[in-house]
């Protein structure tokens, strides 16, 4: 069983040895872990604060637990899965949540609005054969979570920030507020207001820079929602500027499908 403690517990890690950092993937494109490994600058620094123990995507040699930071991309799918993610949180000190798919369930959360095993029929010669879990869940639906980083894939910046904090044994920084936030300390025009571009950006984290309304198009929603968003008004607004509500929903059930109020919003008001 996965133990219980408080999730963003502030104590600075071990500093008479390195603290072990490992890196796992469940049901994911890497992209997130990819992140990490684009920290080119940043990696010399990085590991000599920190031992990398588990990182399949960058070496093949893992070290055994225990660890003192987990970052974990992906969604739970198979049972195995839910197996692996309890074993994790086992030997983990502090367990991270990092991307779309490990914090809502990603873009195979899809899935969970119908039937698995009609879609694996239709993909599969022998389905019968697949071990797989009905839905596709979010990590935090199996253990505890400590800390989380939206977005697909997540913020270096971010990520690096995290792992500063940890280090020094204080609580991270991950914005909640909206990516029209963004908007505004960049002085970009709103694209929803004065071009009438469909926008997640009012109902959507910050962290990406507010990058698709930099060059003029909609936010997607790759971080998520925000704390507390009003997606109805935006739904509302949306329509006023002649939106289908199909379309409407489609724009909740993307990336972060499975995360409330997302799926609420989705689903809910579907056409």
């Given at each position: 069983m996965a133990p219980t403690r408080g999730a963003g517990k502030r104590e600075a890690m071990p500093r008479a040895i390195r603290p072990r950092l490992a890196v796992w993937k469940f049901a994911s494109c890497d992209g997130c872990q990819l992140t990490l490994l684009n920290c080119e600058a940043e990696l010399p620094a990085i590991s000599r604060e920190l031992e990398i123990a588990a990182f399949l995507e960058a070496s093949r040699e893992v070290g055994g637990p225990p660890y003192d930071i987990s970052l974990v991309e992906g969604s739970i799918t198979t049972p195995d899965d839910a197996e692996r993610i309890l074993e994790i949180r086992k030997s983990s000190r502090c367990l991270v949540a990092i991307g779309a798919c490990a914090t809502a369930g990603g873009i195979q959360a899809l899935r969970n609005f119908n039937d698995v095993r009609g879609f694996a029929a239709t993909v599969y010669p022998r389905p019968e054969l697949l071990r797989v879990l009905d839905q596709s869940t979010p990590v935090s639906d199996h253990v505890p979570v400590d800390y989380s980083l939206w977005g697909c894939p997540i913020s270096k910046h971010q990520l690096l920030g995290?792992?500063?904090?940890?280090?020094?044994?204080?609580?991270?920084?991950?914005?909640?507020?909206?990516?029209?936030?963004?908007?505004?300390?960049?002085?970009?025009?709103?694209?929803?207001?004065?071009?009438?571009?469909?926008?997640?950006?009012?109902?959507?984290?910050?962290?990406c820079g507010a990058i698709c309304p930099r060059f003029g198009r909609g936010c997607y929603g790759c971080f998520g929602p925000k704390e507390t968003p009003n997606t109805l008004s935006l739904r509302h607004i949306w329509e006023h500027h002649g939106v289908t509500p199909d379309e409407v929903s489609r724009a909740f059930l993307g990336f972060n499908a499975w995360a409330e109020p997302f799926r609420a919003e989705g689903e809910g008001r579907e056409a």
């Open positions: 995290l792992l500063s904090a940890l280090l020094q044994g204080r609580r991270p920084h991950i914005p909640q507020y909206s990516v029209c936030l963004e908007c505004k300390r960049a002085g970009q025009v709103c694209v929803l207001v004065a071009r009438r571009i469909p926008c997640m950006g009012p109902v959507t984290r910050a962290g």
